[in-house]
Every structure is written in C-alpha cells, then in structure tokens.
C-alpha cells in the first residue's frame, strides 16, 4: 500500500542529482511522492490486488549492475538495440545508417540531460498523466531507468529497434521502468522489447511506455514479458496518436508473478487506428489481471482488440476489453474479441467485454469465451499419430497465433514459441 512508502523528499532529492536530472525533472518527482499518498490504486474489474507488492522505497543508486549476465543476450542489431540491467544501461548499440538519420535510442537519464526539449513535452503529459492514480504518482516519483526513442520527421526504419530489460532481483531495488517512444510526422518504426527477471528477492515492478505517434506515423509495438514469481508488477502500455497516426500492438504476457496491465490507446487524431494483440497464459497460484482499453475521441478512428488467454493450474485471468467511444466521434470502429482457454479445473478465467458508447453513426462489437481445448482437433490430431501433449500443445499454440506472428522479430516469434512450450511442458510434468 502507498502508506507504507518510505523514501523521504530528501532521498528522492539525492538519487535526481546522482543521475543528474534537470530542476524539472526533481519537481515532478517530489509532487508525485505525495501524490502517491493520496491518489487511490486504479481500479481493475474483477481483481483484487490491493494486498500485492507494488510500492517499494529502495530506489537503488545506480550501481545494481553485477559483471555479468547469467545468459547471454544475443548481439545482432537491427537499427538499434539497447540491454539494462537493473536500473543502469549495460549495452547500447546503433547502426550507421539509423544514427545519419538523427534517430535517438538513448538512456532516458542522458536524454535529459542531452535532449530535454525533445523529452519534456511529452514525458508524462499526454499518454499517461502522473496524477492519474497512485501507481502512475509513485512511478514518477520512483523512475529509476529507462530509455528515449525519436524518431525524425518522414525517417521510415526499415530495420528492428530492440530492447532488452532485465530486473535484476539478486538485490533489494524497485524496477521503475520507463520507455519514451516519439514518432514524429509521417515516420515508421517497429520496436521490439523483453522484460525478464534475475535472482530471487521479492521487488516491485513498475514499467509505464508511452508512445506518442504523430500525424501519419506508423508504429509496430512488440513485447515479450516474462518477468519472475518473486515479482508483483504494474505494467503500464499507452499510445497516444494524432491524425492518421497507426499503432499495432503485440504483447506476450509470459510473468510467473502477480501482475495488473494496462494497455490502452486514445485515439485522439482523425481516421487514427489502434491494434492491439494480446496473448496471455496464467500458471501456478499466479493472478492476472489486463484491461484493454481503446478509446476513440476522433471521427473515423478505428480501435480493435484481440485477447487470447490460456490458463494452467490454480492461476487466475482476467481480460477486460474495453471499447469507449466518445461524444463526438462519427463514424468510428470499436472492435474487440477475448478468448480463454480453461486447462486446469482448479484455475479462473475471466473474459469481459465493455462497450461504452456516446455517440450515433458508429460501429461497434464484442466477442468473449471460456472454455476447453476442442476435443474434436485433439481427436484429429491424434489419429494421425501425434501424442495427446504434442496435440494440447499444437492447438494452444494455434490459439495464440495471431499475437505470434504479429510480431515483426522472427528470434522474438521464436523466444515467444519457446516459452509457451516450456509452461505447458510444465504443466504437463505436474
């Protein structure tokens, strides 16, 4: 619970002139502190996770870094790629032609203190406001690493930008996570990230990604999390786009903790479109719980979610799709499925589909279910030689396909792929 938030003004005053922060970077930091007091937790229907970890007063001091990565990351680079560690940059690497072209991948930290013109327009003032809720609040307060991309106007990045974040659990540190993502007018990029876990100390998670898509940018957004049992996280994804702006969302929810997610895009620019692509397995004792949300301001804005669960042992998940379109919005496309499949009788599936809708002359609808792996493709499957857990396994991996292969980096597909049959192969042990 926030009352139990102990970092001081002054502690908070320290780590900023450590990493350097400019005067208004500090001043947000010290009004969220309070902030984070008083605001209420956000609300997510169905789950209950008031009791979990998701405040914690060790911000760290930027030496969590250890010598060396217990696995190694691979090194091949697209446009760009960058890998921290805890909360310190451990690798950053750009191609020749992506840093002619005045692309930025940087450590947030030094983008402030290098580019602020670029960041403070838009770091927590237009995708995901600090005073939203208590979680948001103590993520300003509490940032302790993270990354800035900009992309120029009409740059289009036919290569990958990749991220790669690891929390690094061998020590007592909040994971205060924030990715800045700029598109400006009439650019493309895609951009792949994976969040994973080192170590067995119980830490808090706390990861918020703006991306700003202006006029005519086309962003493809892809995740992969897999984050550690010791770990309870807020995860905080929001797009915030202008007139014809595209996002496409891919996002693997592969965590053996507790985690809440907030995925959300405001289409706020005409004939903007948001897709979002949602895969999600539950295992163990482990709680989930992802609200979805595209909320449609513009004329002409198309919003579509697609959600595909699968639920293992006494594991909880809860999908809320949420589509609100608003006064004013003609002509705008609210779409949205949730799908969970049930493979354990001890587990609990949620799928819920919310529409608000303020205004006439629009389009709008919703898809949802609970239910078991199809017996009758098991049965086909296994007539032609296949063992019953291959067969589970193959149509699982059918269900959750269309997250799969909407994203853009073919050794994510395969990191993805891989880690859906390591939870269902532990499944299978059991």
């Not at 696995?71 to 690798?91: E, R, T």
């Not at 950053?92 to 327009?121: R, S």
Request: aromatic share 8%; charged share 25%; glycine share 6%.
């Amino acid at each position: 619970m926030a009352e139990k938030l102990t970092v001081s003004p002054e502690q908070l005053t320290s780590f900023s002139l450590l990493k350097n922060e400019p005067d208004w970077f500090l001043d947000i930091r010290l009004k969220a502190l309070e902030l984070a007091k008083q605001l209420p937790l956000p609300f997510i229907e169905r789950v209950k996770f008031h009791r979990w970890n998701l405040f914690q007063s060790e911000i760290g001091e930027a030496n969590s870094l250890i010598t060396e990565l217990e696995k190694d990351i691979p090194s091949a680079v697209g446009s760009a790629k960058i890998v921290q560690l805890g909360a310190v940059s451990y690798w950053e690497e750009m191609n020749v032609e992506t840093a002619m072209q005045d692309v930025l991948v940087m450590d947030l930290f030094e983008a402030l203190q290098q580019y602020p013109e670029l960041v403070k327009p838009y770091y927590m003032t237009k995708a995901v406001p600090v005073d939203e809720d208590s979680l948001t609040a103590y993520h300003a307060a509490m940032v302790n690493s993270g990354i800035f991309i900009y992309v120029p106007k009409n740059v289009v990045l036919e290569d990958i930008i990749e991220s790669h974040f690891v929390q690094n659990n061998t020590i007592d540190e909040a994971f205060v996570k924030h990715v800045l993502i700029v598109a400006e007018e009439n650019s493309s990029l895609s951009y792949v990230e994976r969040f994973e876990s080192i170590g067995d100390c119980k830490n808090t998670a706390n990861i918020i990604v703006e991306v700003i898509a202006k006029e005519g940018a086309k962003v493809h957004f892809a995740a992969v999390d897999t984050l550690g049992q010791p770990t309870d996280a807020y995860i905080n994804r929001r797009g915030y786009l202008e007139k014809d702006a595209t996002i496409e969302w891919a996002l693997g929810i592969m965590n053996d903790g507790n985690v809440i997610a907030d995925f959300d895009s405001e289409l706020r620019g005409v004939g903007s479109t948001a897709k979002v692509n949602v895969v999600a397995i539950s295992t163990g004792k482990q709680v989930q719980g992802i609200d979805t949300r595209v909320t449609n301001y513009a004329n002409h804005s198309v919003g579509h979610i697609l959600q595909h669960g699968v639920i293992l042992d006494k594991s909880t998940l809860t999908f809320n799709g949420i589509g609100h379109i608003i006064k004013g919005a003609k002509f705008a496309d609210a779409q949205q499925e949730s799908r969970v499949l049930m493979l354990s009788e001890g587990g609990r599936g949620d799928a819920n589909p919310i529409l608000l809708i303020d205004e006439n002359e629009v389009t709008a609808g919703h898809a949802a279910s609970v239910g078991q792996v199809d017996d009758e493709q098991l049965f086909y499957l296994t007539s032609r030689g296949i063992s019953q857990a291959e067969a589970k396994r193959l149509v699982i991996r059918g269900f959750l396909g269309s997250v799969i292969s909407a994203i853009p980096a073919q050794n994510t597909q395969k990191e993805l792929v891989e880690m859906i049959d390591q939870k269902l192969a532990k499944n299978d042990e059991q």
